[in-house]
């Protein structure tokens, strides 16, 4: 049986948030959000790298919120929509506990093969703003649709339509480049795998 639910949700969230002085007015908003199972299993569920999309939605939601603030738009619209972005129903990276979680069937889009323009990055934003109404139906709004279905702007060609969408897409993009691993980590990663090792320059000597 597979742990992912935790009521006293704040254990979940980064610390660094958790301590910001905005963090109650953004939890306020989120908390239904947060607190329901299906948005719990996205603990489980890997974004890029070593981050979960539980993790990734909330930092995008959190910024966002920040950003609302300061640009004086609708700040409920961007802690909201940045939660739900990538709330689509399925992974997009393996797992060997989704194996187990409701008869593997989060699995089953990732083990079915789809030419480019049907492959994750291209339709999962539709696919989130349906499956948010699916959930949440009391939250359904036409900018938080609408921010959640174009946030893959560019890489999908209509932008978002309202500024709290802008946000959303831009902060979506921040947050993943910085979650992407350093070349540093790469050049690691690559020369632990050679099987050629370098000589050290002691071992040089030796010879
Ligand atoms: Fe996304
Ligand atoms: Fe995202």
Redesign the pocket.
């Known amino acids: 049986m597979i742990k992912y639910y935790n009521e006293n949700v704040i254990e979940n969230i980064d610390p660094s948030i958790v301590k910001h002085p905005m963090f109650n007015d953004w939890f306020e908003i989120v908390k239904p959000v947060l607190m329901h199972d299906e948005f719990q299993k996205r603990k489980i569920f890997f974004h890029h790298f070593n981050l979960s999309v539980w993790d990734h939605s909330i930092l995008v939601s959190f910024n966002a919120y920040l950003y609302s603030l300061y640009f004086k738009c609708d700040s409920r619209v961007c802690a909201l929509a940045g939660l739900l972005?990538?709330f689509y129903p399925w992974t997009w990276q393996y797992n060997e506990e989704l194996e187990e979680l409701d008869g593997g069937k989060y699995l089953v889009e990732l083990k079915t093969k789809h030419p480019l323009f049907r492959q994750h990055g291209f339709t999962?934003?539709k696919a989130?703003s349906i499956n948010y109404v699916k959930y949440f139906p009391e939250l359904e709004d036409e900018r938080i649709t609408n921010s959640i279905k174009r946030?893959?702007f560019p890489l999908t060609p209509i932008p978002p339509k309202y500024k709290e969408g802008m946000i959303i897409t831009l902060v979506?993009k921040l947050n993943s480049s910085r979650e992407l691993p350093t070349i540093s980590y790469f050049a690691k990663t690559a020369s632990s795998k050679l099987k050629f090792k370098p000589k050290l320059e002691k071992e040089y000597n030796k010879d």
Do not use: R
Request: proline letters at 0%; glycine letters at 12%.
């Open positions: 972005h990538d999962h934003g989130a946030h893959m979506d």
